[in-house]
T-cell receptor, first 113, second 110 residues
Framework: GDSVTQTKGPVTLSEGTSLTVNCSYETKQYPTLFWYVQYPGEGPQLLFKVPKANEKGSNRGFEATYDKGTTSFHLQKASVQESDSAVYYCVLGDPTNAYKVIFGKGTHLHVLP | DMKVTQMPRYLIKRMGENVLLECGQDMSHETMYWYRQDPGLGLQLIYISYDVDSNSEGDIPKGYRVSRKKREHFSLILDSAKTNQTSVYFC?????????FGPGTRLTVL
């Protein structure tokens, strides 16, 4: 069946360093891909939708491009800040149901000042 | 201001008691959801509601039921709560696949 697999955390970085959270997906359909972020004590919130293959989605300095060849859509940020400490989820839209999505297990990011 | 609210935020119940979790949204979204979140398991879909009185089981509906009598309100009911239903419960609403989540309810069943 359809699935997403992402970097297993926790990931600990120092402020100012770069971030990559790897995510790959499996689906036989044309994928709809998202990144969500969850800050402590809050619900997940949509970070951005990754548009078509080889196009970049971005928000708040984070970006992702999905590669149809490798079925991946890694999340990247050039310079993380302490306020980026959160759990990041890659999400695959369920191609059989426009309202359902499949969440990855989440990657916990700690950014040290 | 687009918002999903959840009440209560924290709840402690004893095994066998009934539990009612409430969710509201002010965006007139037709579709609403209940998820639970557990360490190591991520977010699991319990129920989807496509509109008033139009509800569908998600991936883990056993032990739960839902009620949606108004578009802006969606309730999750646990009849005779079990200890393995201790979790954080999130409500969400959406137009399509991009979702707005509430702040969560932390339920502890003793």
């Amino acid at each position: 069946g359809d699935s997403v697999t992402q970097t297993k955390g926790p990931v600990t970085l120092s402020e100012g360093t770069s971030l990559t959270v790897n995510c790959s997906y499996e689906t036989k359909q044309y994928p709809t891909l998202f990144w969500y972020v969850q800050y402590p004590g809050e619900g997940p919130q949509l970070l951005f939708k990754v548009p078509k293959a080889n196009e970049k989605g971005s928000n708040r300095g984070f970006e992702a491009t999905y590669d149809k060849g490798t079925t991946s859509f890694h999340l990247q940020k050039a310079s993380v800040q302490e306020s980026d400490s959160a759990v990041y989820y890659c999400v695959l839209g369920d191609p059989t149901n426009a309202y359902k999505v499949i969440f990855g297990k989440g990657t916990h990011l700690h950014v040290l000042p | 201001d687009m918002k999903v609210t959840q009440m209560p935020r924290y709840l402690i119940k004893r095994m066998g008691e009934n539990v009612l979790l409430e969710c509201g949204q002010d965006m007139s979204h037709e579709t609403m959801y209940w998820y639970r979140q557990d360490p190591g398991l991520g977010l699991q879909l319990i129920y989807i509601s496509y509109d008033v009185d139009s509800n569908s089981e998600g991936d883990i509906p056993k032990g739960y039921r839902v009620s949606r009598k108004k578009r802006e309100h969606f309730s999750l009911i646990l009849d005779s709560a079990k200890t393995n239903q201790t979790s954080v419960y999130f409500c969400a609403s959406s137009l399509l696949q991009g979702k707005y989540f509430g702040p969560g309810t932390r339920l502890t069943v003793l």
